[in-house]
């Protein structure tokens, strides 16, 4: 990719139309759009994410980095917090804080409806700062996925 910052030109805008879909190291499908990869960002990386049905996420955490996301459509709950023993229900308009380095593990309760959220993250990177935590896995999995919002 050509450098965007170069010593003799400027920082350009760009527009970016929506990359191949790739499933990152949490196993979910993501739709990269501005990251260092594709526009040479330096703070800053969005991306569409997708849950099918019934699918979730391994449990993870981002290393240094703060994430917003914003969901679009159908409903998504998380387990977070240090043993993930924190529950939330995402609901399409809301917007949700993901602390830097906070342990959560996203999950689509729907067994028809995929989930299909909006993602920025101060990492421009795509999957970088993705620290997968497979020790918290089982404190999740012996659980009922709930649906309530609790």
């Not at 760009?14 to 330096?42: C, D, H, M, N, W």
């Not at 387990?79 to 999950?107: C, F, Q, S």
């Given at each position: 990719m050509p450098d965007q910052h170069s010593a003799t030109s400027r920082p350009q805008c760009r527009l970016v139309r929506a990359g191949t879909p790739f499933v990152g190291k949490q196993g979910l499908t993501y739709s990269p759009a501005i990251s260092a990869e594709t526009v040479g960002a330096q703070a800053?990386?969005?991306q569409m994410l997708s849950i099918p049905p019934g699918g979730r996420a391994k449990a993870h955490k981002h290393a240094n980095h703060e994430t917003a996301i914003h969901a679009i459509s159908g409903?998504?709950?998380?387990w977070y917090g240090e043993r993930l023993e924190?529950?939330?229900?995402?609901?399409?308009g809301d917007y949700l804080y993901i602390p830097a380095n906070v342990p959560h593990l996203p999950y689509n309760?729907?067994?028809?409806?995929?989930?299909?959220?909006l993602i920025a993250r101060t990492d421009p990177n795509e999957q970088e700062s993705v620290v997968l935590l497979p020790e918290l896995e089982h404190?999740?999995?012996p659980r009922a996925l709930p649906t309530?919002?609790?």
């Amino acid at each position: 990719m050509p450098d965007q910052h170069s010593a003799t030109s400027r920082p350009q805008c760009r527009l970016v139309r929506a990359g191949t879909p790739f499933v990152g190291k949490q196993g979910l499908t993501y739709s990269p759009a501005i990251s260092a990869e594709t526009v040479g960002a330096q703070a800053i990386h969005m991306q569409m994410l997708s849950i099918p049905p019934g699918g979730r996420a391994k449990a993870h955490k981002h290393a240094n980095h703060e994430t917003a996301i914003h969901a679009i459509s159908g409903t998504s709950c998380m387990w977070y917090g240090e043993r993930l023993e924190h529950h939330m229900t995402i609901k399409p308009g809301d917007y949700l804080y993901i602390p830097a380095n906070v342990p959560h593990l996203p999950y689509n309760p729907s067994q028809t409806e995929p989930c299909i959220a909006l993602i920025a993250r101060t990492d421009p990177n795509e999957q970088e700062s993705v620290v997968l935590l497979p020790e918290l896995e089982h404190l999740v999995l012996p659980r009922a996925l709930p649906t309530d919002g609790g």
